[in-house]
């Protein structure tokens, strides 16, 4: 059974930092057809892709995001960990993690149930 | 950057077939992929690779394309099916991984 589990701060301060967890079962990090991403969904709109780690450790970035954004996994741990800098009110939103799975191109077959970050002082 | 544009709402009553569309530039080029998302809930995929329904989503979703859009159906649309849906699609080359920008539809 694939579940996705994130975690984190539930309140960050403008201009911090925040560092979101995602502990990962019944499948591997290191499978070839198989990654993870990052998507967040302020209060009341879209979905917005942040960042994806690929099994060999490549990275992609949202490009509006991506000096702010570092994605990085631990696989014997099954964790990927987003940081993302210089938080804004903003930024405020439901952040989810979701496997990637690549058969033609990548897309999100499973999700965790997300975690609400609140960026306020 | 690359868009996906969808309509904002889209309204239907029970028993009537909803129609979401989705235009992208690269559709023709590129597959789409159909989530739905329930209130306080994570988005579920419901059609992926333009056409194709995973296990355990009821038949009456379907998906197509025709030029720059795509088109999810909901045949016999129920009141459980209300919810946000959101198309998606994708191009390592490029790197977008973008979505669309959510359609609401209410059945009633």
């Known amino acids: 059974q694939v579940t996705l589990k994130e975690s984190g701060p539930v309140v960050v301060k403008p201009t911090g930092t925040l560092t979101l967890t995602c502990t990962v079962s019944?499948?591997?990090?290191?499978?070839?057809?198989?990654?993870v991403s990052w998507i967040r969904q302020p209060p009341g709109k879209a979905l917005e892709w942040l960042a994806h780690?690929?099994?060999?450790?490549?990275?992609s970035y949202n490009p509006s995001l991506k000096t702010r954004l570092t994605i990085s996994k631990d696989t014997s741990k099954s964790q990927v960990v987003l940081t993302m800098k210089n938080m804004d009110p903003l930024d405020t939103g439901t952040y989810f993690c979701?496997?990637?799975?690549?058969?033609?191109?990548?897309?999100?077959?499973?999700w965790g149930r997300g975690t609400l970050v609140t960026v306020s002082s | 950057s690359y868009e996906l544009t969808q309509p904002p709402s889209v309204s239907v009553s029970p028993g009537q077939t909803a129609r979401i569309t989705c235009s992208g530039d690269a559709l023709p080029k590129k597959y789409a992929y159909w989530y739905q998302q329930k209130s306080g809930q994570a988005p579920v995929l419901v059609i992926f690779e333009d056409d194709k329904r995973p296990s355990g989503i009821p038949e009456r979703f379907s998906g197509s394309t025709s030029g720059t859009m795509a088109t999810l159906s909901i045949s016999g649309a129920q009141v459980e099916d209300e919810g946000d849906y959101y198309c998606?699609?994708?191009?390592?080359?490029?790197?977008?991984?973008?979505f669309g920008g959510g359609t609401k539809l209410t059945v009633l």
């Open positions: 979701a496997r990637t799975t690549r058969m033609i191109l990548y897309y999100f077959d499973f």
């Open positions: 019944g499948f591997s990090l290191s499978d070839s057809r198989l990654g």
């Open positions: 998606y699609s994708m191009d390592t080359t490029l790197n977008y991984w973008v």
């Open positions: 780690i690929f099994w060999n450790d490549e990275k």
